[in-house]
C-alpha cells in the first residue's frame, strides 16, 4: 500500500519537476519486487496524468493572463496558434494520434502537448483517455522490460 501511495506521490510530482525523473523511479520500484508490474504501471500513469492534466488546465486558462494575451495578440503568435486550432478541430483523429504518441514515447514532449492540449481546447475526456492510455503503456513496457531482465540474469 504504501510503495502505490509513493510511486503515485512521485508520479505527480515529477510531472510539474522534470528533473525527477519517474521512468527511473518506476524501474527501481519494478526491480524491487514491491509492486505488480500492471499494478506500478497503473498507479505511475494515474499520478503523471493527474499532474499533467494541471498544466492542462493551466493550457486553458492562458487566455485570462493579461501578459500572455498580449503575446499571442502577435500577428506571427495568433496567425500560427489559430493555424493549429484549426488543424485540431479538423483532424480529430490525428491530433488523438499526436497525444497518444507524446503520453506513450515523449514525442513531443507530453509536458508541453499538455499545455497545448489545453490552449487548444482539446476535450478534457479525450485529454485524460489519451494520457492514462499512453502513459500506461510507457510503464507497462518499462516494468515489463525490467521483469524480463530479471527472469534472464537468474
Known amino acids: 500500500?504504501?510503495?502505490?501511495l509513493t510511486v503515485l506521490a512521485v508520479a505527480f510530482v515529477s510531472a510539474f519537476?522534470?528533473?525527477?525523473?519517474?521512468?527511473a523511479y518506476v524501474v527501481l520500484v519494478a526491480a524491487s519486487g514491491q509492486l505488480?508490474?500492471?499494478?506500478?504501471?497503473?498507479?505511475?500513469?494515474?499520478?503523471?496524468v493527474a499532474g499533467k492534466y494541471a498544466w492542462y488546465e493551466a493550457g486553458r486558462s492562458t487566455t485570462r493572463w493579461a501578459w500572455l494575451q498580449r503575446r499571442l495578440e502577435r500577428p506571427?503568435?495568433?496567425?500560427?496558434?489559430?493555424?493549429?486550432?484549426?488543424?485540431?478541430?479538423?483532424?480529430?483523429?490525428?491530433?488523438?494520434?499526436?497525444?497518444?504518441s507524446s503520453a506513450s514515447v515523449g514525442i513531443p514532449p507530453f509536458l508541453v502537448m499538455s499545455i497545448v492540449a489545453g490552449r487548444l481546447a482539446v476535450g478534457r475526456v479525450l485529454f485524460l483517455a489519451t494520457g492514462l492510455g499512453g502513459r500506461f503503456l510507457r510503464f507497462l513496457v518499462a516494468t515489463?522490460?525490467?521483469?524480463?531482465?530479471?527472469?534472464w540474469a537468474s
Open 76 to 100: 506571427s503568435i495568433s496567425t500560427r496558434l489559430d493555424r493549429w486550432a484549426l488543424w485540431v478541430a479538423t483532424h480529430r483523429r490525428w491530433s488523438v494520434l499526436v497525444l497518444i
Open 17 to 23: 519537476v522534470p528533473v525527477l525523473n519517474i521512468e
Open 1 to 4: 500500500m504504501w510503495a502505490a
Open 144 to 151: 515489463g522490460a525490467v521483469q524480463q531482465v530479471l527472469q
Open 36 to 48: 505488480e508490474p500492471l499494478v506500478l504501471a497503473l498507479v505511475a500513469s494515474v499520478g503523471q
